[in-house]
């Protein structure tokens, strides 16, 4: 039986996050540049974009760049903007016709104008889509993240809008970019590398972590699936007993 038919529809994790992983060293192990290693990344996004919509999970978010990205060599940056760029706009008619809406979250200012601008239109086009959330986490880092939503608490209860009473837990999620989705309940991270790597600090409170030797290029929907079957089987208890549960 493959690890599909073995997934519980009705358990499935809403959020799946991916920390996509190993795309250089997956090329240099074939003697190649390592921007060939982020071009056939793409084609496991794919796959596993239509794995999720497959089986049904509503969101995925995806590590395709972070702040500290920028610090790999300028020819490497450019080559990843490029695919970006060429990536979304080959993609969104795609996108559309699977209902499946793009959404983007990190520090997007920093971004080239015409990555943004791409950005922004086909996010637009797809605006409407229900199907999937697909996020791409852009020049992202969650300490960025955390830093912004407490500065913007800090200018609203300095305006006045927001009490000092009023900030918890919800109030300071609400102002993180994730503000519209759940909390992802699985993390992936592919490569054997087990560190997180300043994704998603805050919303991975209770998050499941999974780890896998595959190199991102060779990940496919059953690596996917083999992941969700095993997050089937722990047990989350959020703090209480095995007792509690159920
Ligand atoms: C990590 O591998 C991967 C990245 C930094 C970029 C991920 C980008 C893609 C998969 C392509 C663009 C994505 C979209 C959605 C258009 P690494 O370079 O750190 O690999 P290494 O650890 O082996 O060096």
């Not at 837990?169 to 503000?179: G, P, V």
Request: charged share 25%; proline share 2%.
């Amino acid at each position: 039986m493959g690890f599909k038919e073995q997934i519980d529809l009705n358990r499935l994790p809403q959020h799946v996050a991916i920390i996509m992983d190993g795309n250089g060293r997956w090329a240099k192990n074939q003697g190649k540049f390592r921007v060939f290693g982020h071009e056939s990344g793409v084609l496991s996004v794919k796959d596993i974009v239509e794995g999720c919509v497959d089986i049904g999970i509503k969101y995925l978010t995806v590590y395709a760049f972070s702040a500290e990205n920028w610090n790999r060599p300028i020819e490497e940056v450019n080559a990843l903007m490029e695919l970006l760029i060429s990536t979304i706009n080959a993609e969104a008619e795609s996108l559309n016709k699977n209902n499946i809406r793009l959404n983007a979250i990190g520090d997007l200012k920093s971004l080239p104008k015409k990555c943004q601008d791409d950005l922004a239109n086909v996010m637009q086009i797809t605006a409407h889509n229900t199907k999937c959330t697909l996020t791409l986490a852009l020049s992202y880092s969650a300490q960025w993240e955390i830093a912004q939503a407490a500065k913007r608490i800090a200018e609203k209860v300095q305006a006045q809008d927001l009490t000092l009473e009023e900030i918890n837990e919800a109030c300071f999620a609400a102002h993180l970019t994730t503000a519209e989705m759940p909390d992802p309940e699985l993390l992936i991270r592919t490569s054997g590398e087990n560190r997180i790597s300043n994704f998603l600090l805050w919303q991975i409170a209770y998050t499941e972590l999974y780890f896998t030797e595959t190199l991102w290029p060779d990940f496919r929907r059953e690596h996917l699936f083999e992941a969700i079957v095993d997050f089937q089987k722990r047990e989350r208890r959020f703090g209480k007993i095995s007792e509690q549960l159920n």
